[in-house]
């Protein structure tokens, strides 16, 4: 976030810049007070013309002294930044204070120097009003990150209250299903799920064993000789 010396615009457009902003300012401002001032004295019945007919006159001459003021400040502000080569808040009080004993350089000295003490300590306020709020809206941005402790004799990740791993409002996890045993693979368990098939090959490798042997022993021919 920039300062407000170092958002404005360069220096030379700075000038035409405040002086249409303060003329703006002005006009705005002069047009609602004496419009308010106009309707409270003129007479009834006339109280909105009397109203419009006091903006109309007065509102120009009031934008054109801001904008008086605010070229004349721009003029300073802008030698002050040649002058010391820098921007800070010391040119604006500067110029504040040359903008005031300017305008009043007429009334003679002492009004001069009234005037111009009354612009710098009003241009003082401003700075260091915009220096603090500068320094409140970027104070949150410096803020340390906070880190929680662990409890005491407690895992990390975990819930007071809790087991390791679990948090409030999760069902916690079952159990596996224990596995059947080799000895029991003759229940109806092994029966029902082919337990008891998975030995059978086993069991029954003699007989085909035997039944391999049978068919090697040779078998006699038959002979078609009477006797």
Request: glycine share 16%.
């Given at each position: 976030?920039?300062?407000?010396?170092?958002?404005?615009?360069?220096?030379?457009?700075?000038?035409?810049?405040?002086?249409?902003?303060?003329?703006?300012?002005?006009?705005?401002?002069?047009?609602?007070?004496?419009?308010?001032?106009?309707?409270?004295?003129?007479?009834?019945?006339?109280?909105?013309?009397?109203?419009?007919?006091?903006?109309?006159?007065?509102?120009?001459?009031?934008?054109?002294?801001?904008?008086?003021?605010?070229?004349?400040?721009?003029?300073?502000?802008?030698?002050?930044?040649?002058?010391?080569?820098?921007?800070?808040?010391?040119?604006?009080?500067?110029?504040?204070?040359?903008?005031?004993?300017?305008?009043?350089?007429?009334?003679?000295?002492?009004?001069?120097?009234?005037?111009?003490?009354?612009?710098?300590?009003?241009?003082?306020?401003?700075?260091?009003?915009?220096?603090?709020?500068?320094?409140?809206?970027?104070?949150?941005?410096?803020?340390?990150?906070?880190?929680?402790?662990?409890?005491?004799?407690?895992?990390?990740?975990?819930?007071?209250?809790?087991?390791?791993?679990?948090?409030?409002?999760?069902?916690?996890?079952?159990?596996?299903?224990?596995?059947?045993?080799?000895?029991?693979?003759?229940?109806?368990?092994?029966?029902?799920?082919?337990?008891?098939?998975k030995q059978e090959p086993a069991a029954n490798s003699?007989?085909?064993?035997?039944?391999?042997?049978?068919?090697?022993?040779?078998?006699?021919?038959?002979?078609?000789?009477?006797?």
């Amino acid at each position: 976030m920039g300062t407000p010396e170092t958002s404005r615009e360069p220096c030379p457009d700075r000038i035409l810049d405040d002086i249409g902003g303060a003329f703006g300012m002005g006009a705005v401002g002069g047009s609602a007070f004496h419009f308010i001032k106009g309707v409270f004295n003129s007479p009834k019945g006339e109280r909105l013309v009397g109203g419009t007919q006091a903006v109309r006159m007065n509102a120009p001459r009031v934008g054109g002294s801001f904008a008086v003021w605010g070229g004349l400040f721009s003029a300073f502000d802008c030698t002050m930044v040649y002058v010391r080569q820098k921007e800070d808040p010391w040119n604006s009080i500067i110029s504040g204070a040359a903008t005031g004993g300017f305008l009043q350089m007429r009334q003679g000295f002492g009004p001069a120097s009234r005037a111009a003490l009354l612009g710098g300590v009003l241009l003082a306020l401003i700075e260091g009003a915009g220096i603090m709020l500068n320094k409140v809206v970027t104070a949150p941005q410096n803020l340390p990150i906070m880190t929680e402790e662990p409890v005491p004799g407690m895992a990390p990740g975990s819930f007071p209250g809790y087991p390791a791993g679990q948090f409030p409002g999760m069902t916690p996890p079952t159990p596996p299903a224990p596995e059947a045993s080799s000895s029991g693979s003759s229940s109806w368990f092994g029966g029902l799920f082919g337990g008891g098939k998975k030995q059978e090959p086993a069991a029954n490798s003699g007989s085909k064993t035997e039944i391999l042997e049978s068919f090697d022993t040779p078998t006699p021919m038959p002979t078609f000789e009477y006797k």
